[in-house]
């Protein structure tokens, strides 16, 4: 077979590098030769990754050109965007529309103005690409655990490859923690099902209003030593207690920027969304 070549794409949490693994997997299930790299340098904290896969009867390189990709797997609208210029003429970009913002795109953090790029899927189909929006985040969401969307992502785009279910189950179990497999399954299932979702011209995706809390490890804190939290905070949720340690002092300011989780040297700051039950 010709050498098929793809890109899975995201930011720093998303699991950009499992679902490249698991892809890998289904291919050496079914005897191809894989090759595989990517680039994540600061993505952990943060940052774009990208993953390249390529897959045939013989690779002899892990890299993919520009104009050469098959198919790029976006986990993120802007990182969809940054490498759709991968793909060949007629090649699929199959995206999550979920936007996350850098805290520096953020213009205003109270009502979500941001220096964005639109959500135009019909201006990237006319440059000749097959377009195939999804709203894979939401989907994982609703069974439970967001982290999952890239497992639904990767199972709305396996209808269109050449690998049977049960190979996508099988490379699922070797690379997924045992404990979330179950799990992991019902999301992959769930992509299957998933419909392309639905984009008018122009969708910017604004996020809606959310809650979220501010916790930090007390043990782990510098405190005044450090102070980089404090310091960053653009909406002065942080601020020093009797302790000299940093500490949510005004938790309902919080707009999930992340700035303090991201730039805390010793992780000791984790900002969680509040998410409602029932």
């Not at 390249?52 to 993120?76: C, I, K, N, T, W």
């Not at 979500?112 to 201006?123: D, I, L, N, T």
């Not at 939290?229 to 909406?235: G, I, L």
């Not at 040297?265 to 029932?278: K, L, Y």
């Given at each position: 077979?010709?050498?098929?070549?793809?890109?899975?794409?995201?930011?720093?949490?998303?699991?950009?590098?499992?679902?490249?693994?698991?892809?890998?997997?289904?291919?050496?299930?079914?005897?191809?030769?894989?090759?595989?790299?990517?680039?994540?340098?600061?993505?952990?904290?943060?940052?774009?990754?990208?993953?390249?896969?390529?897959?045939?009867?013989?690779?002899?390189?892990?890299?993919?050109?520009?104009?050469?990709?098959?198919?790029?797997?976006?986990?993120?609208?802007?990182?969809?965007?940054?490498?759709?210029?991968?793909?060949?003429?007629?090649?699929?970009?199959?995206?999550?529309?979920?936007?996350?913002?850098?805290?520096?795109?953020?213009?205003?953090?109270?009502t979500?103005?941001?220096?964005?790029?639109?959500?135009?899927?019909?201006?990237l189909?006319?440059?000749?690409?097959?377009?195939?929006?999804?709203?894979?985040?939401?989907?994982?969401?609703?069974?439970?655990?967001?982290?999952m969307?890239?497992?639904?992502?990767?199972g709305?785009?396996?209808?269109?490859?050449?690998?049977?279910?049960?190979?996508?189950?099988?490379?699922?179990?070797?690379?997924?923690?045992?404990?979330?497999?179950?799990?992991?399954?019902?999301?992959?299932?769930?992509?299957?099902?998933?419909?392309?979702?639905?984009?008018?011209?122009?969708?910017?995706?604004?996020?809606?209003?959310?809650?979220?809390?501010?916790?930090?490890?007390?043990?782990?804190?510098?405190?005044?030593?450090?102070?980089i939290?404090?310091?960053?905070?653009?909406?002065e949720?942080?601020?020093?207690g009797?302790?000299?340690?940093?500490?949510?002092?005004s938790p309902d300011?919080?707009?999930?920027?992340?700035?303090?989780q991201?730039?805390c040297?010793?992780?000791?700051?984790?900002?969680?969304?509040?998410?409602?039950?029932?």
């Open positions: 077979m010709q050498t098929r070549n793809v890109l899975v794409v995201g930011v720093g949490g998303q699991g950009v590098l499992l679902a490249s693994n698991v892809l890998a997997a289904a291919c050496l299930a079914r005897g191809y030769d894989v090759k595989k790299s990517e680039v994540k340098g600061m993505a952990q904290r943060g940052g774009a990754v990208v993953s390249f896969v390529r897959y045939g009867e013989r690779v002899h390189s892990p890299l993919v050109e520009r104009g050469r990709a098959d198919l790029v797997l976006s986990l993120e609208w802007a990182e969809a965007l940054r490498w759709a210029a991968y793909l060949r003429p007629g090649g699929v970009l199959a995206v999550d529309l979920v936007r996350i913002l850098p805290p520096a795109a953020q213009l205003d953090h109270r979500w103005q941001a220096s964005y790029p639109a959500v135009e899927v019909e201006r189909r006319q440059a000749g690409w097959d377009v195939r929006p999804y709203e894979a985040s939401r989907c994982a969401a609703e069974l439970g655990d967001g982290r969307a890239n497992v639904v992502l990767l709305a785009v396996s209808r269109e490859l050449e690998f049977t279910v049960e190979e996508w189950e099988q490379a699922l179990r070797e690379v997924v923690p045992e404990q979330v497999v179950e799990a992991n399954l019902r999301a992959f299932h769930a992509g299957r099902e998933l419909p392309l979702a639905s984009v008018s011209p122009g969708d910017v995706r604004r996020p809606a209003a959310r809650t979220f809390r501010v916790e930090v490890t007390a043990s782990w804190c510098k405190g005044r030593s450090c102070g939290c404090v310091r960053v905070c653009p909406e949720v942080l601020a020093f009797p302790d000299d340690r940093a500490t949510a002092a300011r919080c707009t999930g920027c992340q700035l303090c991201l730039l040297p010793d992780f000791a700051v984790v900002v969680r969304e509040e998410v409602a039950v029932g």
